[in-house]
C-alpha cells in the first residue's frame, strides 16, 4: 500500500497531541498543567482526557496529585494582590481539588515580606513544603555585609516553609528555613557573618555573589525553582538557577536550630565559585530546574544517593545546550555530606549519567528555561522541554519510546494542524497505572485535547508506524532533524500526502542532517534494508 492511500483520510498535518507510543513506554498517566491555562489534565499515554479540573486562576507553575486522588497546585494571585513580589514563577495561592474538581481547600502564601513561587511539595504527614521569596531591603542588606551598587535593589532570598493544612483555607506554620540565616561576608570585620575568605563557609551564601548577565542585581537573588523532600533522610533539596546550584539542607531540626550553623548547607553542587572554591570553568550546572532524589534503592528504602536534574544549559561555555544528568551524592559521614578543609569543593566532580550521553551535546535539544525530568518505574526517563511544551520519554539506550506535544494555549486547545504556539509546561509528570489516587475511580478516557484530531487512538494512523528501530532527533524540530543510520540501506522523505521530497542512500554509521528548508508540518521518512520497511513520523514545527 502507498504512503498516498494510507494516509488519505488525513486532511490535515499533526502538530500537536500524541506522536509515539510504543511498547517500550511506561503505561500510566499523565499531568498536564499547561502554564497559560486554568485547567490541569489527566491524560492516557494516548493524550485522551481522563480527568480535568478547572480553577478560577492560572496555574502558578507546579501541580501534584495525591494519593487520594485529589489535585494540589499553585495559583498566580495576578495583580489584585498586595504582595511585593512580580517576578518569573509567581504563585502565592494554592489549591486543592477532590477528583470530582470541587475545590475543598486554598491557602495564600503572599504578603509584603514572603510569596510562593513556582513549587511545593507535598509531604508524607500531608504537610507542604512552600518554596517562596523572603524580602529583605537594601539598607538590611548592608548591614549584614553587602557592598554596596547603584541599583540599591532589595534582595529576595530562598525561604522553605511548613504548613499543616487545615479546615477550608487554613494552614498553621510548622517549620520554616531561610536563606538569610546562612550568609557569610568578606567585606567587613565588624558586620555579622563575617569570615576572612569566602572558601572558609562552604556551606554558607556569599552576599556578595551576584550571577553574571544584565540582571545580575535584580531583587530576585537566587532565583531557587524546585523542591524535593526525601523523608527517609529527612532531608530537602533545592534548586537556585541563578547561583547555578542545588543544595541540601537539613529538616529534622527545630526552626530554632534551622537559623544557627546546624542549618547550614549540608550539601552543594554545581557552581563551586560561588563559596570560593573553584572558578567559572568549573562550573557544572546551567540555570537548571526540577532537582528530585530518585529512589532506585532495593526496596524503594529512600536512601538514595542519586539526584536527577534538568541542565538547561543556558550560558554553557559550549553553547546553549540541555541535558538531564544523574549525580551521585557522597555517603552521609556524621550526618551531612563532607568536603574538605581548604579549596576542595563539594563532591561529585561531575555527573554519573546523561542524556544525551555524547559528549558532544546536541544544539538541538535546548530549553532555555522552566522543563523537568523523572526516573520512571521502568528505568526509562520522562523528560519535558517546557518552553516547546514537548515531553518524551527515553530509555536508558536513549530511543524515544512516547512523545506528546501540549495542545493547550491561553486560547484553549489548538485545532489538530495548527501551530500551537504559546503551548509551555513547566513540567511533565507521569502516574503509574497502580498509583493509589486510581483505585476504585473510573480511568475511562475520553477525547483528545486537540480540536478536529484524526487521532482518536494510539493503535491507528501515524502512531502505527512509528518504531524503535529508527530514531530521529530532535523530533519535533524547528530547524533540521537528524537520523543515525546503523547499516546500508535506502532512505525517502516524503509529505504527509506521500510525495516524494528526497531520498538517498545510507552506510554504516551514516548520519542524515535535514529539514531546514521544509515548511512546518508532518513527514514521513522511510528507510529500506534487507526487504525491511520502516517508517518514522516527524514533525517540524
Not at 537559623?259 to 548547607?265: E, I, P, Q, V
Request: hydrophobic share 30%; proline share 5%.
Amino acid at each position: 500500500m502507498s504512503l498516498s492511500s494510507l494516509y488519505a483520510i488525513h486532511a490535515q498535518n499533526q502538530t500537536v497531541g500524541n506522536l509515539t507510543n510504543s511498547s517500550q513506554a511506561m503505561e500510566g498517566y499523565n499531568l498536564l498543567a499547561p502554564q497559560s491555562s486554568f485547567n490541569t489534565y489527566l491524560i492516557d499515554n494516548c493524550g485522551r482526557v481522563v480527568q480535568e479540573w478547572v480553577s478560577e486562576y492560572r496555574i502558578g507553575l507546579s501541580a501534584y496529585l495525591l494519593d487520594d486522588g485529589s489535585l494540589m497546585r499553585t495559583a498566580q494571585l495576578g495583580p489584585a494582590t498586595t504582595s511585593s513580589f512580580s517576578g518569573g514563577g509567581t504563585g502565592g495561592r494554592l489549591e486543592k481539588f477532590n477528583w470530582e474538581g470541587d475545590l475543598t481547600w486554598t491557602f495564600v502564601w503572599a504578603d509584603s515580606v514572603q510569596q510562593q513561587h513556582h513549587d511545593i511539595e507535598i509531604m508524607p504527614n500531608g504537610n507542604i513544603l512552600i518554596l517562596a521569596w523572603e524580602y529583605h531591603s537594601y539598607e538590611e542588606a548592608l548591614l549584614s555585609g553587602k557592598t554596596p551598587n547603584t541599583e540599591n535593589n532589595p534582595i529576595w532570598c530562598c525561604q522553605i516553609t511548613e504548613i499543616e493544612p487545615y479546615g477550608e483555607n487554613g494552614g498553621d506554620v510548622i517549620w520554616q528555613w531561610s536563606a538569610w540565616d546562612h550568609l557569610v561576608q568578606n567585606t567587613d570585620s565588624l558586620l555579622p557573618h563575617f569570615s576572612a575568605s569566602i572558601s572558609d563557609a562552604p556551606r554558607r551564601f556569599d552576599i556578595n555573589y551576584i550571577s553574571p548577565g544584565p540582571n545580575a542585581l535584580n531583587p530576585d537573588w537566587m532565583h531557587c525553582n524546585a523542591i524535593d523532600y526525601n523523608s527517609s533522610l529527612d532531608q530537602i533539596i533545592i534548586s537556585s538557577a541563578k547561583f547555578n546550584e542545588i543544595f541540601i539542607i537539613p529538616h529534622h531540626l527545630t526552626t530554632q536550630e534551622t537559623a544557627t550553623f546546624s542549618g547550614d548547607l549540608l550539601w552543594r553542587y554545581g557552581n563551586p565559585s560561588t563559596y570560593g572554591r573553584g572558578t567559572i570553568e568549573d562550573k557544572k550546572l546551567f540555570f537548571q530546574h526540577d532537582c528530585q532524589w530518585i529512589d532506585d534503592t532495593e526496596g524503594g528504602s529512600g536512601q538514595s544517593s542519586k539526584i536527577l536534574v534538568f541542565n538547561n544549559g543556558r550560558n554553557r561555555p559550549q553553547g546553549n545546550r540541555s541535558s538531564v544528568e544523574e549525580i551521585h551524592t557522597p555517603n552521609l559521614q556524621y550526618g551531612t555530606y563532607p568536603v574538605e578543609d581548604g579549596t576542595s569543593p563539594f563532591m561529585p566532580e561531575t555527573y554519573s549519567w546523561r542524556y544525551p550521553e555524547a559528549e558532544e551535546l546536541d544544539d538541538l535539544f535546548y530549553a532555555q528555561q522552566i522543563s523537568g525530568a523523572s526516573r520512571l518505574g521502568n528505568g526509562n526517563t520522562l523528560i519535558c522541554n517546557g518552553p516547546s511544551g514537548y515531553g518524551f520519554e527515553v530509555t536508558p539506550e536513549e530511543d524515544i519510546v512516547w512523545e506528546y506535544i501540549n495542545p493547550v494555549t491561553a486560547f484553549g486547545p489548538t485545532t489538530q494542524g495548527n501551530d500551537a504556539g504559546n503551548n509551555s509546561l513547566f513540567r511533565l509528570q507521569r502516574y503509574a497505572v497502580e498509583f493509589p489516587g486510581f483505585i476504585d475511580r473510573d480511568m475511562t478516557p475520553g477525547d483528545v485535547l486537540e480540536v478536529d484530531s484524526w487521532i482518536d487512538n494510539c493503535t491507528s494512523g501515524m502512531g502505527s508506524f512509528e518504531t524503535g528501530e529508527l530514531v530521529a532527533y530532535p523530533n519535533p524540530f524547528n530547524d533540521v532533524f537528524r537520523v543515525t543510520f546503523q547499516e546500508k540501506g535506502n532512505w525517502k522523505l516524503h509529505s504527509l500526502e506521500g510525495k516524494l521530497i528526497e531520498q538517498g542512500w545510507s552506510h554504516s554509521g551514516y548520519m542524515l542532517e535535514i529539514g531546514g528548508d521544509l515548511r512546518k508540518g508532518c513527514y514521513i521518512l522511510q528507510y529500506e534494508n534487507r526487504g525491511k520497511t520502516v517508517f518514522k513520523t516527524l514533525i517540524k514545527i
